[in-house]
C-alpha cells in the first residue's frame, strides 16, 4: 500500500471508532487479526477481537471519545500510528488520557496488528 491507501484506512478504521459503530470498526480487521490492550492483553481473530471491544462500544465504560491528534505512516511497512485523547466522565467528572495505536494492516488493507499504549495505568473506573 501507498502513503495515502495507508492514510485512507486508517481515517476510515478511526471514524468508525468515534462513530461508536463496532461493526465497521470490526470490517476493517483481518481474519486473524490482533488487538494487544494497553493493559496487556491479546485478543486474535474476529470473534475475540470482537469480544475484546464490545464494552467499550456497548458503554460500559460510559461514553467515550477518541480525538484524533496526530497521524504518522510508514509505507514501506504498512504501519501507521495514531495518537489520541480519550476523552468520558469518571463518576460524574470528566477526564481524558493520551495514547498511541501502532496499525499494522496487509496488502488489502485490514488491520492485522492494533497495538494500543496509553498514559495511564488502567482508566479509574469504579
Sequence with gaps: MNR??????????LEAFNANDLDAMMSHFA???VYEEFNGRTSQGLDDV??????????VFGQMKFIDED???????NKAVASWRCTLS???EPTSWRGLDFITY??????THKL???KT??????
Design 4 to 13: 495515502e491507501q495507508i492514510a485512507e484506512v486508517t481515517a476510515s478504521f
Design 31 to 33: 481474519d486473524d487479526g
Design 50 to 59: 470482537r469480544a475484546a471491544f464490545a464494552p467499550q462500544f456497548e458503554g
Design 71 to 77: 497521524l504518522v505512516i510508514d509505507p514501506t511497512n
Design 90 to 92: 469518571v463518576k460524574g
Design 106 to 111: 496487509n496488502e488489502d488493507g485490514k488491520v
Design 116 to 118: 494500543t499504549y496509553a
Design 121 to 126: 495505568k488502567a482508566p479509574a473506573f469504579e
